[in-house]
Every structure is written in C-alpha cells, then in structure tokens.
C-alpha cells in the first residue's frame, strides 16, 4: 500500500507540511520520510540526467517508492501509434537508475483525447516491459467519456496496464481493475477541509483502497464491465493529487493513520 502526493516542490506546503524554514535542496529527504510514494510530475515537462535520477533515489529511504509521469511528447502527438521513438528515449533518459525505487509510469492523456480503438492498442503494445534490466508497470489515465467502452477495458487488460482511477469533477472515472497493481489519484481536495477531504470520505477511501489490495471489486465505484479479473493481492498506490493541493500532505497522511501505515514523524 503506497500513499503520497503530486511533486515534492511547493511553496505553501512550507510552514503547513514542511517544518518553518525547512531548506529546499531537503524537500524531497522530509516529504519521503512522511509518505511512502511520490508521483514525480515534472518528468511530464522535461527529461532529467541520470545522475538526477540517481540522486532522488539515494534521498529517499528503502521502502520509499516514486511514481513517474510520462512526457507529454508521448501522450500529445496526434497518431499514438507513432510514439515509440518518443517513449523509448522518455524510458531511456536514466529512470531505471530508480531501481527497486521505480513504480508506476503514468501515461496520462488530455481531456480532448478520444477513444480510438486502433491507434490506442498501438500505443499500449509500444509499453516496454522492461529497461535496462529493471521491470516496468504501466498505468493509463484517459479522460474523455468515449473510453468508458468495455473494449476499452478488455484492451488495457490484454495488455497487463492498469487503468487510473481518478476522483475528479472534472473528468469521467473507470473503475474496472485492469492490471496487476491499482493506481488512483483523488483530485477533489477542499482547501476548507484541514485534510482536503473530510472524516467521513477518507473513510470511504481507507475501505476502498484495502479493498483493492485484497484483490476485491469495491462497490459504488462506476464500471464499465460487469466482470472482474481474478481476485488477487495488488499493490495499491493512492496519490492526493490536484484540487486544493495545499492540503495533499494532509490527506495522504490522514489516509496512511487509517491503513495502520502512518510513519513516525521526522524533522
């Protein structure tokens, strides 16, 4: 079960997340001894050297696990299918220099894209498996209503990705399982909330999410097929993410106490 949050760089969180007058270049050493994911957003913009990479996983503690955006340049382009060039020097830039720290990339396609059956297949088999000797895991987040088709799901699951399931008022949510892991991002956060969602949703979360890891189908959650894929044990990764950002730390922490896998605080 991994909990986090969107980045690690944000001036509000100083004095409401980080200690006052907590040092910048120590950002990322608090934030990964508070949570136990972070989804790296700025590899969405630009590609960062190995050594950066290398560096971000030599902060961070053993058990700590990141996320990574994928680059715009793969997700944008008119014909998906003529991305692989695009994705293999995104997976090749040194990310695997994460190691065992490396989880999920996220694939992440704007509100404007469509649901097309053939060119998405050709994207999704462009996935690589694998870099330089490390494992990779795919997660897709599509937000436009025509992917909510079970040709859509069955698609993703031929190909072992994962579908993101996001909490958004923005954008339409699939909560069918499709891959080995579960990936969720809840964008609905409340800057009048201390925690950006209150008692009685985190609850609801805290329920759902050990319901995922338990391999079950959660109810009041909105699907597309009415079958599920084998009920197994699933890593779960639950990012606060969007919304009233302010309060992300708040939440994932808030959700960690209630899974039992709140870390002790360190300043």
């Known amino acids: ?92 830039q040194g990310l695997t220099e994460l190691g065992d720290k490396l989880g999920p990339i996220l694939w992440q396609f704007m509100a404007t894209r469509r649901f097309d059956a053939e060119d998405m297949k050709a994207f999704l088999a462009l996935l690589p498996a694998s870099h330089a000797g490390v494992t990779l895991r795919h997660a897709v987040q599509v937000r436009h209503g025509s992917f909510k088709v079970p040709e859509f799901v069955d698609m993703a699951r031929a190909a072992g990705v994962a579908l993101v399931y996001a909490d958004s008022a923005e954008y339409p949510a699939i909560a069918d399982v499709t891959g080995d892991f579960v990936y969720a991002r809840l964008e609905q956060a409340e800057e009048s909330v201390p925690t950006g969602y209150d008692d009685d949703a985190l609850d609801r979360w805290a329920a759902t999410a050990r319901a995922w890891q338990a391999g079950e189908r959660p109810d009041g959650l909105p699907y597309v097929t009415t079958d599920a894929p084998p009920a197994r044990a699933r890593d779960t990764f639950v990012f606060f993410i969007n919304g009233a950002k302010v309060r992300a730390p708040q939440g994932a922490m808030a959700l960690m106490d209630r899974l039992g896998t709140k870390r002790e605080p360190t300043g």
């Open 1 to 92: 079960m991994r909990i986090g949050i969107g980045g690690w760089t944000y001036e509000p969180w100083h004095g409401t997340f980080f200690p006052d007058k907590w040092p910048h270049k120590r950002e990322l050493e608090y934030a990964s001894r508070q949570l136990s994911a972070i989804e790296i957003n700025g590899s969405y913009y630009s590609s960062f050297k190995p050594a950066t990479w290398a560096g971000w996983r030599d902060t961070v503690p053993e058990d700590f696990v990141f996320a990574v955006k994928a680059s715009r340049y793969c997700t944008t382009r008119k014909v998906l299918a003529e991305a692989g060039e695009s994705i293999q020097r995104f997976v090749g």
